[in-house]
């Protein structure tokens, strides 16, 4: 319509064909009342339609408005099947017959039309629907809306908007955290859900759907809700025979892949503009401007910049060689891997999130230690990674093209090692939450991605001077499974052999003995289970299950087994893993006579630990106690050491055989916090701690999406007078967290609320101060792998 | 076991492993105050001092010297507690050696004052010493029995929790009152009015409540439920199960505060005695050295 605009305005033969009987069908079709919002802000409009963040009601008004004032020629109900001819003499067949001659098509159907199905049993029952127009008409019902999208957002808030309706709204979001939605909606969805209007289903997928209820696969296991519609928005593919069938082609054979498209917006099939989000680009004010920009090349302004081109001529001004924007993007896209498949359109919008620098032979690109999650990739030139802490000159050489810094990227721990630049270079940086954009939306860079970190873990855990090449074979066997809460990926005495790496979550080892599933032993992410089998051959001696929700990397048994056959030493150091293992294996079975109560007890209290989230820790706080006298000197201390504020609270929390889990940070493999902090401000540590740096904005998304409730937001209480002067004079509150009345008396009453947690002490000489300050030694600190001895230590008392 | 990658928190946490004050470091502090007390009683019975031994004597001064330093160092616990500051130090070993030392002192200011007692301040100074210890023995046993008791009374609940749930009954209780006739209502209004924290520190200490309202209410409310002829007897029911529900709330959060006041009431012995030992053993140094 932006692009009919133009042509009105140039006094260009136009015709603007709508398969409807309204314009803006695409915002028609947005649920009543629905607030429009006009992003990306950084962008200027270009169009002669106005466009501002509104009401549905209002903008489709303006442009109804705007399109009769301007003489935009419409015809409605007009769907066009088929699109043939070439430059100058195109011909458009309509659904009624009709024939449409014209210069130029512009193709601007967007994808709406096409949505994703539901896949799992039961989703081609006819209350699975693709569409909500009017969340008001729905009262009374269970709905279960799927996709966490800025549509599925938007669905759920408005069914749950009014309470009168008494819907019972659920959303499901396949992964931890919202990023293919605005922030502002993740916002209110996260707020409806603290109000209880909402039920968020985070790490979850559909199972199947029955008659009146919905079955989901959650991280904790199944979970079957009531269910009287399921709403499905899983985002939407391009309509891809339509577009085919008019001779344009695709990026990849993908289906979400996208038309592939000259800077001009022109297609593979001359003559036919292809702008919106079939182009790749969703947001209205791209579209507007597109169509605006694709007008005038038509109308042969050539030398039309897009309305972003100053932002990115910024970007690239630093940069040597003097090139113009087209021919950076263009060097950027085709010498970066993972870029490759991108359209010129998508290219451009990464590029605005990014940064591009240059960077000098020998100039640090970042440091072991310092934090930061964004991806890295090489444009020109080449890297050397610093593997070693102590010697710098072991290293290894990352290429033109190629990626780093993917593992700060997904597991958020601080950065690993330190990269150089080997030459002068140019590289590429993509924030966090462009980068997690990428990997959602373009699927060919989620599996580069994927293939590099399986290479790059599976180099780190097996060490033994192997290189890329010796793995190959076997990084091309991996395959990614997700496991569920609970299920097992080897059974006792199955014939399987192949070996599996943990790359999310953690997996608890059990063997049956007498009918009872016995603990023996914990595997967190990075470990490696399985070798047994293919060592040795014969059957699995143990059940591996997942205690969490888990994602294993499955290692073909023959192609390791070939791996193991040209890497002796590699052999030998899985022989001494395994070692360990059947020893504990050879104690169960010498103790398979006297089992009894003991056992049970070593085993429950083992379960007991995994289902307080010790299985996904890497370090938790634990009160033995038959030892905590309840002096709460943990707690005071901790506030002594951070500012004034307790980062635990010891008495609340679960306990287990005299073994307490007070609320207190576990420090878990992938935190929950994390998943959703708008400044980025929440990184692990050197030591493995979770921590919060300054640039929290208080905004209390971790607060909510901490499972076990161990952020608090809180504002920075006052200094408090010295301790001497408390112990002598009285002044002062005293050791530990400041009562909020003296800090309302002597706080700064403006200061803002931050989000508080755990940070381990980090940077405190001696540890952790709750565990020092413990006058009895009932404060422990364990990784789970120290499982063992602490419960082995309570069943001996 | 499984590899995995390294953490180097092991190594922060040296010293912190998951024994008690009084096993701290395979008994330490135990090893080191029974070579003090050893080597005091064999000094003691081979060094010959004329006329007698006494605390005037060179070795009388050696043992007192070591004895006051104790008693000053001993003290610092109160301030180290309270000041949690970086390092590599825990306030279990400090703890411990506090313990086993603070023993040690009964054979050292025994020696030291080779027996001598009499009413004036020296002696005042030694039995202040001895209320310490002793209330510090009752510490270590409170300490070493009473934490598990507490942690199976309270199960799941912290305190806030357990007054919380106490309240929460309450108010149904106020409900379930109004229905009843004037006399019972009385009664139950008393267990309303009935602050759980009340009682002597006895009470508390022993765990008896002889005169509690609640549990007369509910023998009289239990009483009267038991006539189902009475027009309201499913009031009375209702009233007479939350009554018992309360009894047993009341005497969860009882068992929970006679526990907490077992494992601090020595607290106020052992502290403010020491200020007082330390008063007098100021006494009892001015005086020896003023009339030397």
Same mark, same amino acid.
């Given at each position: 319509m932006s692009a009919a605009a133009r042509a009105a305005q140039l006094g260009m033969a136009h015709i603007l064909l709508e398969k409807t009987d309204h314009l803006s069908d695409t915002i028609f079709r947005y649920q009543k009342g629905k607030h429009v919002m006009a992003t990306p802000s950084q962008l200027v409009l270009r169009s002669d339609m106005d466009f501002d963040a509104g009401k549905r009601e209002k903008i489709l008004q303006t442009w109804n408005d705007q399109a009769a004032s301007q003489n935009v020629l419409v015809r409605y109900r007009s769907e066009v099947t088929a699109i043939t001819g070439g430059p100058g003499k195109f011909e458009l067949k309509l659904a009624d017959g009709d024939t449409i001659n014209a210069e130029a098509v512009i193709l601007? $159907?967007?994808?709406?039309?096409?949505?994703?199905?539901?896949?799992? &049993?039961?989703?081609?029952? &006819?209350?699975?629907?693709?569409?909500?127009?009017?969340?008001?008409?729905?009262l009374d019902e269970h709905i279960t809306v799927v996709g966490a999208g800025d549509a599925g957002i938007e669905n759920a808030l408005g069914l749950a908007a009014d309470p009168e309706q008494r819907n019972v709204v659920s959303i499901v979001n396949r992964s931890a955290d919202f990023s293919r939605a605005k922030d502002a909606n993740v916002k209110a969805l996260t707020a409806a859900a603290e109000e209880g209007r909402v039920t968020i289903f985070t790490e979850t997928s559909t199972n199947r759907i029955e008659a009146d209820h919905i079955v989901l696969d959650t991280r904790d296991g199944e979970l079957r809700i009531p269910c009287n519609r399921i709403i499905a928005r899983m985002g939407s593919a391009p309509p891809r025979g339509f577009v085919e069938s008019c001779?344009?082609?695709?990026?990849? +054979?993908?289906?979400?892949?996208?038309? $592939?498209?000259?800077?001009?917006f022109e297609s593979t099939a001359a003559g036919i503009f292809v702008i919106g989000a079939l182009a790749g680009y969703p947001l209205i004010k791209h579209c507007m401007n597109q169509g605006y920009d694709v007008v005038e090349f038509i109308n042969g302004n050539v030398d039309l910049k897009p309305a972003d081109e100053p932002i990115l001529e910024a970007k690239f001004r630093?940069? &040597?060689?003097?090139?113009?924007?087209?021919?950076?993007?263009?060097?950027?896209?085709?010498?970066?891997?993972?870029?490759?498949?991108?359209?010129?359109?998508?290219?451009?919008?990464?590029?605005?999130?990014?940064?591009?620098?240059?960077?000098? +032979?020998?100039?640090?690109?970042?440091?072991?230690?310092?934090?930061?999650? =964004?991806?890295?990739?090489?444009?020109?030139?080449?890297?050397?990674?610093?593997?070693s802490p102590t010697d710098s000159s072991i290293i290894v050489p990352i290429g033109t093209g190629a990626m780093f810094g993917e593992v700060g990227l997904i597991s958020g721990r601080k950065r690993g090692a330190t990269v150089v630049a080997a030459e002068d270079s140019i590289l590429m940086e993509i924030p966090r939450t462009g980068a997690l954009k990428l990997i959602a939306t373009v699927p060919t860079v989620k599996r580069a991605v994927t293939r590099v970190s399986i290479e790059r873990q599976l180099l780190q855990l097996f060490k033994a001077g192997l290189s890329p090449a010796d793995i190959a074979d076997v990084v091309e066997s991996a395959e990614t499974i997700s496991v569920r809460a609970g299920d097992a990926i080897i059974s006792e005495g199955d014939e399987s052999y192949d070996i599996y790496v943990i790359r999310v979550g953690s997996m608890v080892v059990e063997r049956t003995i007498g009918g009872k599933a016995v603990f023996l032993s914990y595997l967190p992410a990075g470990s490696y289970v399985g070798e047994m089998a293919l060592i040795e051959g014969g059957r699995r001696t143990a059940t591996v299950r997942a205690a969490v929700k888990s994602e294993v990397i499955k290692l073909n048994g023959d192609a390791?087994?070939?791996?193991?056959?040209?890497?002796?030493?590699l052999l030998d150091r899985l022989k001494v893993d395994m070692a360990t293992r059947k020893?504990?294996?050879?104690?169960?079975?010498?103790? +398979?006579?006297?089992? =009894?109560?003991v056992s049970d007890m070593y085993s429950s209290v083992a379960s007991f630990l995994v289902e307080n989230g010790i299985g996904e820790a890497t370090d938790v706080l634990l009160i033995d106690e038959k030892l905590c006298v309840g002096c709460d000197n943990c707690e005071k201390a901790c506030a002594d050491s951070h500012d004034g504020l307790s980062r635990l609270d010891r008495e609340a929390g679960k306990t287990y055989a005299h073994l307490h889990v007070p609320t207190s940070c576990r420090h878990c493999e992938h935190p929950h916090c994390m998943a959703d902090c708008p400044p980025n401000a929440i990184h692990r540590g050197i030591d493995g701690e979770v921590f919060i740096d300054d640039t929290c904005i208080g905004c209390g998304n971790c607060q909510r999406g901490c499972p076990y409730g161990v952020i608090r937001m809180d504002k920075v209480p006052p200094k408090k007078p010295p301790l001497l002067n408390w112990l002598l004079f009285g002044t002062g509150p005293g050791p530990g967290e400041p009562s909020a009345k003296w800090s309302k008396k002597h706080g700064n009453p403006e200061a803002p609320k931050k989000a508080i947690k755990c940070d381990m002490c980090s940077g405190l000489e001696g540890g952790p101060s709750c565990v020092r300050a413990c006058p009895t030694g009932a404060a422990i600190r364990i990784s789970p792998e120290q499982f063992l001895s602490v419960s082995q230590m309570q069943k001996g008392d | 076991m499984a590899s995995q990658l390294s953490g180097n928190s092991k190594k922060r946490l040296g010293g912190t492993s998951h024994v008690s004050f009084l096993k701290h470091a395979d008994y330490r502090w135990l090893k080191i105050s029974a070579a003090l007390s050893a080597l005091a009683l064999f000094s003691y019975a081979l060094i010959d001092v004329e006329p007698r031994h006494s605390g005037s004597s060179w070795y009388g001064y050696t043992l007192g010297t070591i004895g006051a330093g104790l008693i000053l160092w001993l003290a610092l616990l109160g301030y180290k507690k309270r000041s949690i500051k970086p390092g590599q130090w825990t306030l279990k070993s400090w703890v411990s050696a506090h313990v086993w030392l603070g023993l040690s002192l009964i054979i050292v200011a025994t020696l030291h004052c080779a027996f001598q007692f009499g009413w004036n301040v020296h002696t005042l100074a030694y039995v202040l010493m001895m209320i310490v210890?002793? =209330?510090? $023995?009752?510490? $270590?046993?409170?300490?070493?029995?009473? &934490?598990?008791?507490? =942690?199976?009374?309270?199960?799941?609940?912290?305190?806030?929790?357990?007054?919380?749930?106490?309240?929460?009954?309450?108010?149904?209780?106020?409900d379930a009152t109004q229905p009843l006739g004037m006399e019972l209502a009385t009664l139950i209004g008393e267990s309303l009015s009935n602050d759980p924290f009340q009682g002597s520190i006895l009470a508390r200490l022993t765990n008896s409540y002889p005169d509690c309202p609640t549990h007369a209410a509910f023998v009289t409310v239990s009483a009267a439920a038991k006539d189902r002829s009475v027009d309201n007897a499913d009031d009375l029911v209702r009233a007479s199960q939350i009554l018992s529900r309360k009894v047993a709330a009341l005497s969860n959060i009882r068992r929970h505060l006679q526990l907490k006041a077992q494992l601090e009431i020595w607290l106020y012995f052992h502290v403010p005695v020491t200020f007082a030992l330390i008063a007098a053993l100021t006494a009892h140094v001015v005086s020896v050295f003023f009339y030397w």
């Open positions: 601007a $159907i967007g994808t709406q039309g096409n949505p994703n199905l539901m896949r799992c &049993p039961g989703g081609d029952l &006819p209350h699975v629907e693709y569409q909500l127009d009017d969340p008001t008409a729905i001779g344009i082609e695709f990026s990849s +054979k993908d289906r979400e892949a996208f038309p $592939i498209l000259s800077p001009v630093t940069l &040597p060689g003097k090139r113009s924007v087209d021919e950076w993007l263009d060097l950027l896209r085709t010498q970066i891997d993972i870029l490759r498949e991108l359209t010129p359109l998508q290219m451009r919008e990464f590029t605005l999130d990014s940064d591009v620098s240059f960077v000098r +032979k020998g100039d640090v690109v970042f440091e072991r230690g310092a934090p930061g999650s =964004s991806l890295f990739n090489v444009a020109q030139g080449s890297v050397h990674v610093q593997v390791f087994r070939g791996l193991l056959e040209r890497n002796p030493a020893d504990v294996n050879a104690h169960i079975e010498t103790m +398979k006579s006297t089992f =009894s109560d | 210890i002793v =209330s510090g $023995i009752y510490g $270590i046993c409170a300490y070493t029995i009473l &934490p598990k008791h507490l =942690s199976a009374n309270r199960g799941d609940m912290t305190q806030a929790e357990m007054l919380d749930n106490l309240r929460s009954i309450d108010r149904q209780l106020h």
